[in-house]
């Protein structure tokens, strides 16, 4: 079983930074696949940003130069830095894995196929 705990949500204005940690325990494979959604109110969930086990990433269009995925050495937390945040950034973020090393980053992050899912952390940017 794996367990997947995220941090670093908070508040800040348009423009401003976050990096976000999601702290992955229990067994895991070494293939694998690590993303981040988010899910703000009132809309459905959106793949933000997915990493193969080979380092190969897929990102969201709307994050596309803002937002950077990458992990600890030993794999052991998930990061997303987020620059320039924008309004429309406000949501609750997850981190989600699955052990299978088939199908790919961006197939994965389209779909929202990964078996483990944190329980999120809150990311409001104001105006």
């Known amino acids: 079983q794996v367990q997947l705990v995220e941090s670093g949500g908070g508040s800040v204005q348009s423009g401003g930074s976050l990096r976000l940690s999601c702290a992955v325990s229990?067994?895991?494979?070494?293939?694998?696949?690590m993303g981040w959604f988010r899910q703000a109110p009132g809309k459905e969930r959106e793949g933000v940003v997915a990493?193969?086990?080979?380092?190969?990433?897929s990102y969201a269009d709307s994050v596309k130069g803002r937002f950077t995925i990458s992990q600890d050495n030993t794999k052991s937390t998930l990061y997303l830095e987020m620059d320039n945040l924008k309004p429309e950034d406000t949501a609750i973020y997850c981190c989600?894995?699955?052990?299978?090393?088939?199908?790919?980053?961006?197939?994965?992050?389209?779909?929202?196929?990964?078996?483990?899912w944190g329980q999120g952390t809150q990311v409001t940017v104001s105006s």
């Open positions: 229990g067994y895991f494979y070494s293939s694998y696949c």
């Open positions: 989600a894995a699955d052990p299978s090393g088939a199908l790919g980053a961006d197939f994965r992050l389209e779909r929202g196929l990964f078996a483990y």
């Open positions: 990493i193969d086990h080979d380092g190969s990433t």
